[in-house]
């Protein structure tokens, strides 16, 4: 199998199976529900280990939660740890939602802190980072790689948090010493503070899989200055770290044409509750992950049509049997994990009747659903029955109010021999 790699800016070869395949994937700082575009490092990470271990990998992935940050203290004064808390909770219950389980860990930084102390103290040692006030800052200009992941020039940095006791503007915070009104601290040989955001994600992925691991995973906004600062802080202590790395592309909000179905809020939540798992796993897949992806309603309404057709195949469709071209889905999944063209060739196995082929490659992204058959309510059922009195009566009237009533409920009342059948929309 191949990924882009964005160190290298090529596609490369990973291992041959069994690997093994460690991956670890950022995950989100915890202050509020989740945005939905935070779903889509967790799904390609999720969807890349499902579809390792299909070919036989060892994979494993690991996707961290920051929850000491300093927007957790500007969203809860006084409370960042029970907000940290809450909002954790429910990002799982939102990533859960999607129905393909969960991370192999999800450690949280607050919980790694001691370690992350060692990981700093190592990098003092080293000369690699000095203490400044009780804060301790990364020697930039210790690394001559500097600017290796982003590409971007040392000398023309901007710096990240202005310090008068900073040997050079473009250092960046490893320890920040305690600050008035934030309420969590932690003690340490600089004194009573908090870990800096990048230093948690080396000290967690060396914790996590040791020195070296394969894929280090994230959206493409974390390439500068997070990845990099990263990489240089491993770096630093000899650590290889990432073999690699492998950002997804963004989500893009329209302007007009911004979804109106959701409001002002795009979170994980409200896309799950008003659009379904279903067709927000298809709006990800239609996508390269390495791809920005317009976010509106017609994207979504496109998503939910596609949902429907395959839906409606299996309505008539038996999937029995062994697939007979899984060799065409392995060429486009291992060829950078290219989700475009595994949904046109589901969309030919649907064109050409393949049922058992379309089930497997719906299964491995979490769509298996939709070659289930479902059973109607009772409630829709009493409906339908209504529906078939009317017509009966010649009420053509009363037929389509109760046709456009039982869609209200997700479903569609079609004409069958010897009266109707029911399929979900």
Known sequence: MRLYNTLSRQVEELPPPPGPVRMYFCGP?????????NARPFLVGMWLRSWLRHRGYDATLVHNITDVNDKIYDAAPGASAELAARAAEWYLEDTGGFGLGQPDELPKATEHVPGIVAFIEELVAREAAYAAGGDVYFR???????????RQRPDQMEEEERNPLKEDPRDFALWKATKPGEDTSWDSPWGPGRPGWHIECSAMARDAFGPVFEIHGGGLDLVFPHHENELAQSRALGDGFAKIWAHNGMLEFGGEKMSKSLGNDVSIRNVLDTWGKDVALLFFLSAHWRKPIDFTDDTLAQARAQVDAFRNFFVDATADGEPVEHARLVAALDDDFNTPDALALFHDWRARGLAADLRAGLELFGLGSLAERRAAPPEVVELAEQRQQAR?????AEADRLRDAIAEHGWEARDAAGGYELVPR
């Open 392 to 396: 009966a009566a010649k009420d053509f």
């Open 29 to 37: 700082t915890v202050y509020q529900r989740a945005h939905i575009g």
């Open 140 to 150: 930039v200009a210790r690394d001559p790689g500097y600017g290796r992941l982003s």
